[in-house]
């Protein structure tokens, strides 16, 4: 394990605390999810996010999802999902917490660096109480998988700490909740007139497909 990286137990509610006081501080922190392990700022500060870029290496024209503790944090964040007929409403309502990011358009006068289109927002409630604590918390983070860009996911805390932290050039805290090596988010771009599927993962095209149909069962 790297020196340069501290690894948490994430049921410790004392571990909880100190990744609060690290995000708040404008580190980053290693943090399990239901996918693969990510790499957490809050999303708010534009210097961690800056950061965040950087450690990753990741391209500034490849956006960074934001995780965020329930609907009501993420509709501070878009005006889609206070319409209930949007369909941005019915799949938040039917898939979240869950792998489903749903990629809408930010709300007027939203500042946040993170990378892209600045005029849209991938959103996710992760299945992983710990982490929708830790939103709750703070605010909403922007997660990035805990990995260089391109270079593969890591699924244990170890990894993690093995491979990004002698990067952070600090030490870096990571929550460690076991293996996670549950399949990608499925991202979907919606809007009002209708859906496109980025990605296909944890949730199937029929699946969201179908949430949107009248009685449909995913």
């Known amino acids: 394990m790297s020196p340069s990286a501290r690894v948490l137990a994430v049921e410790d509610p004392d571990s909880l605390e100190r990744a609060t006081a690290a995000l708040v501080a404008g580190a980053v922190v290693g943090v399990p999810t239901d996918t693969v392990y990510g790499l957490a700022v809050r999303a708010q500060s534009a210097a961690a996010v800056e950061g965040?870029?950087?450690?990753?290496?990741?391209?500034?024209?490849?956006?960074?999802?934001?995780?965020?503790?329930?609907?009501?944090?993420?509709?501070?964040?878009?005006?889609?999902?206070?319409?209930?007929?949007?369909?941005?409403?019915?799949?938040?309502?039917?898939?979240?917490?869950?792998?489903?990011?749903?990629?809408?358009d930010r709300r007027s006068g939203l500042d946040l660096a993170l990378g892209g289109d600045e005029t849209s927002i991938g959103l996710r409630v992760p299945d992983l109480p710990a982490v929708r604590a830790l939103a709750a918390a703070v605010g909403p983070l922007a997660v990035t998988s805990a990995n260089r860009h391109g270079q593969p996911t890591c699924v244990t805390a170890a990894e993690v700490a093995e491979l990004v932290g002698p990067l952070a050039g600090e030490a870096l805290l990571v929550l460690d909740g076991g293996v996670c090596d549950g399949a990608p988010s499925s991202v979907v771009r919606v809007r009002h007139h209708g859906i496109e599927l980025?990605?296909?993962?944890?949730?199937?095209?029929?699946?969201?497909?179908?949430?949107?149909?009248?009685?449909?069962?995913p």
């Open 198 to 217: 980025l990605r296909e993962g944890g949730l199937s095209r029929h699946q969201i497909t179908d949430a949107l149909t009248a009685g449909g069962e």
């Open 52 to 104: 965040l870029f950087a450690l990753k290496g990741r391209p500034e024209t490849v956006a960074i999802a934001v995780l965020v503790a329930g609907v009501d944090q993420a509709a501070t964040l878009t005006d889609v999902l206070t319409d209930a007929a949007h369909p941005a409403a019915t799949l938040a309502a039917r898939f979240w917490p869950g792998p489903l990011t749903l990629v809408v």
